[in-house]
């Protein structure tokens, strides 16, 4: 894991050097940065270049973008930037259907007496109205909670609260705002059939919490909790963690390490690094879910058992990257067309970090939106010379329960295009008439 310090304008060039072999690679070098529209009409003369082989003027020798040997295995998104004075906009949250059974009848005041329906049946005594604060929940996942897809419900039945905080009394601090959530990020190690049930969604309980203002290591943990794909498989806080913390005149960081552990007992650990200057006072950070920030940096790192094998490693990063370059993909196929929009970050070297915020179009006729984090499903090749996009729909559109866009080639787009059922898999080949990205 990276910790994350530099300027922007360091890893600006840092960027270009590595796609681009120090400037020799100059055809996909502006392929992938150039906010311009790349266009090409399927059936065309010259067959696009191979996204598995490096530019001609990177040495794979040389070039650290293609040491695939000493890359994370799991694809570090890099540090994120922690917000600064500037709130963040909640971005993404999706209205909640309301369930069919929902009384229509305003609550009664209790002090009144009870008054009989028509059948004769007395009006029943008001309901308990249950824990007032996430913490008040059960810490396990219910057998029989269905998912809720990561759009909404959160906070979670098995969040713990502010109140489960553990630490000192020290003079740092950490902010969690009630918009500090964060997503699991692709990777380049996966297949796209493997990225949705890589899924994770990950909420920090809203409040303000003591960070050490001293170097030493301490007992800590922040109360945060995580949804998986699959109900009732997702860790939760299982115990007291720790924070390293390095404090300097003109730099600080902490490393957090939190176990976890699944209902069936499978242990799990959150690695954490939080970094940044203190600017003549204490550490101060601030989590608010989103990518850029003025007070410092973020790696959030999730993983089976204690992170040092490698299992099952889950970056996470800001589910929205609204302050990222817009990266919109449109492909005109038999039967409809999609509009596909990833939104894409800056990195030192390795894969850019991302999110596949949004999907719309139609099929054979009918539309389909879908923004929800669970239902848009995105795998890259490195530095997404490749691109493989699948979109689930809110509901089947004829024998299709989604779509699938595969082999999008930034530079050349030709991509291939299914219908799929819905688990994903292709039914259906529709042939692609245009294709084009447009980068703002």
């Given amino acids: 894991m990276r ?35 790349v266009a090409t009409e399927t059936g065309g003369d010259e067959a696009p270049p191979d996204p598995g082989r490096p530019d001609p003027g990177q040495d794979p020798a040389t070039d650290p973008a293609f040491d695939e040997g000493t890359t994370d295995p799991a694809g570090d998104p890099g540090p994120m930037d922690l917000p600064g004075d500037t709130p963040q906009e909640l971005q993404g949250d999706l209205p909640q259907d309301l369930p069919e059974d929902l009384p229509q009848d305003l609550p009664r005041d209790p002090t009144e007496d009870p008054v009989e329906d ?26 029989d909670l269905p998912p809720d897809g990561g759009s909404g419900g959160y906070p979670w039945a098995w969040c713990p609260s502010a109140a489960d905080y553990v630490g000192g009394d020290w003079a740092g601090t950490l902010e969690a705002t009630a918009t500090a959530r964060y997503c699991g990020m692709f990777s380049e190690s996966r297949t796209l059939d493997q990225e949705r049930p890589a899924k994770v969604e990950m909420g920090f309980v809203e409040g303000t919490y003591p960070l050490p203002a001293s170097s030493g290591t301490f007992p800590m943990t922040l109360p945060f909790c995580l949804r998986f794909l699959e109900d009732g498989t997702q860790p939760v806080l299982a115990g007291t963690g720790s924070v390293t913390a390095t404090i300097g005149p003109t730099h600080y960081n902490f490393n957090y390490r939190q176990p976890l552990k699944t209902q069936g007992g499978d242990a799990w650990t959150l690695s954490a690094n939080l970094s940044g200057d203190p600017a003549g006072g204490n550490p101060a950070l601030r989590l608010d879910g989103s990518s850029e920030s003025s007070s410092g940096y973020a790696s959030l790192q999730l993983c089976r058992g204690d992170c040092s094998e490698w299992l099952d490693v889950r970056w996470l990063t800001s589910c929205t990257f609204d302050d990222a370059t817009l990266n919109r993909h449109t492909v005109v196929f038999d039967g409809g067309q999609a509009v596909l929009d990833l939104r894409l970050g800056m990195s030192m070297a390795g894969t850019e970090p991302g999110v596949f915020r949004h999907a719309e179009g139609t099929l054979d006729g009918v539309p389909f939106v879908q923004d929800d984090y669970w239902d848009l499903v995105y795998n890259p090749e490195h530095h997404h010379f490749n691109r493989h996009f699948a979109v689930l729909f809110d509901a089947p559109i004829g024998s299709a329960c989604g779509l699938r866009v595969e082999d999008f080639v930034p530079w050349e787009p030709a991509p291939t295009v299914h219908t799929t059922d819905c688990d994903l898999k292709p039914l259906e080949s529709r042939a692609v008439q245009k294709a084009t990205l447009e980068r703002d």
């Fill in 3 to 37: 910790t994350s310090i530099g300027t922007r304008a360091a890893g600006i060039v840092a960027v270009l050097w590595a796609c681009g072999g120090g400037g020799s690679g100059a055809d996909v070098a502006d392929a992938e940065v150039a906010d311009a529209e």
């Fill in 118 to 143: 028509p059948a004769g049946d007395p009006a029943p005594e008001t309901a308990d109205p249950g824990p007032e604060t996430p913490g008040d929940a059960p810490p396990d996942l219910p057998a």
